[in-house]
């Protein structure tokens, strides 16, 4: 008797179909249009609102009525702009402070949460609440508390300096709002140092506990060095949030005393109301520029790093 086998054709086909997807290498036309809503909404809401306002910003518009085209006039006034100058110094000066604060604090706390204590879950999901809180909520809680509380309770311990509000003290105002935005970003940065602690190898700290290396130098040689890159995108992302800071400061001064903690949003939101449409649409336009090349380098960076959060 002879018996003849064929060789099942399902296998064959399921073989196939994988051949011609890596032999294309690219989706079906038809995932195209799942992108047209989303570009189109993009395009009609944020596209074409920034290449107007950017267009209107060679002009002297004030937000209606007639206009002129200026050329180039506006971007040199704003260098020449001493309240411009102020603005900016604040805002860079604010950002580099604040990062540095909420970024080591923010280490900290996730090195202390990343060892094997008590209740460790449930502090992390507390220490997490003031990402989930709107900042200018966050920011008239902490007015009160600058404006009364505190003050009442310098008062009773007879610390002279904090007697009265900081919020109406021009050369102290802006701890005030480091204080209130470290507080509320301190929480993503935690979030992503756990990320990169987690990544560790525990067999390092292991092998370098059987040399004699300390916690000191272990932080030193094998923690700092190994979520280096996840220092960079904390900072980097520190620094671009804390650039548009707006909330916070209108619920802490206002942009007061005077215009001493006056951030460059502040400053392009006020000329809008304002009637000086033209020329903070080209303020605006500079800041767009810098926060894009801020944006550049975190890219640059974490491929760089090969980052994986």
Same mark, same amino acid.
């Given at each position: ?18 051949a ?21 909404? &993009?395009?009609v809401?944020?596209?074409i ?16 009525? #007639? ?13 020449? #702009? ?20 909420a970024?080591?604090?923010?280490l ?14 449930g ?18 809680? &902490? ?27 021009? #050369?102290?105002?802006w701890?005030a ?14 979030l ?10 525990? #067999?390092?700290?292991?092998a ?21 890159? &996840? ?5 980097i ?50 800041? &767009? ?21």
């Amino acid at each position: 008797m002879t018996t003849t086998t064929t060789a099942p054709a399902a296998p064959a086909a399921r073989v196939a179909a994988p051949a011609r997807r890596r032999r294309h290498g690219r989706p079906e036309p038809i995932a195209y249009l799942f992108l047209v809503p989303a570009l189109l909404v &993009f395009t009609v809401f944020v596209v074409i609102p920034a290449l107007v306002g950017i267009f209107y910003s060679f002009t002297d518009y004030v937000g209606f009525g #007639d206009w002129s085209f200026l050329g180039l006039r506006n971007y040199a006034a704003l260098l020449g #702009d001493p309240g411009i100058r102020e603005a900016y110094g604040f805002t860079l000066g604010f950002s580099l402070v604040t990062v540095v604060v909420a970024q080591v604090i923010a280490l900290v706390l996730a090195i202390g949460l990343s060892k094997r204590i008590r209740f460790a879950a449930g502090l992390r999901a507390i220490f997490v609440i003031p990402m989930v809180v709107s900042g200018i909520v966050v920011a008239y809680v &902490f007015n009160y508390l600058f404006s009364n509380t505190l003050p009442a309770f310098a008062t009773a311990v007879g610390f002279d300096p904090l007697t009265s509000s900081i919020l109406g003290n021009p #050369d102290l105002a802006w701890l005030a709002i480091v204080v209130v935005s470290a507080w509320q970003t301190i929480p993503g940065a935690l979030l992503v140092y756990t990320a990169g602690l987690t990544s560790i190898p525990s #067999d390092l700290y292991e092998a370098s506990s059987l040399d004699g290396a300390g916690p000191w130098r272990q932080f030193r040689s094998i923690t700092l060095p190994l979520i280096a890159g &996840f220092v960079l995108i904390n900072t980097i992302l520190g620094i671009k949030g804390y650039l548009g800071v707006y909330d916070v400061i209108v619920g802490l001064t206002g942009g007061g005393p005077g215009n001493a903690t006056s951030s460059v949003a502040m400053t392009i939101f006020g000329g809008f109301t304002g009637g000086d449409y033209a020329y903070q649409m080209a303020n605006a336009t500079v800041f &767009f520029v810098i926060t894009v090349l801020i944006s550049v380098l975190q890219l640059v960076v974490s491929r760089g790093r090969n980052i994986r959060l």
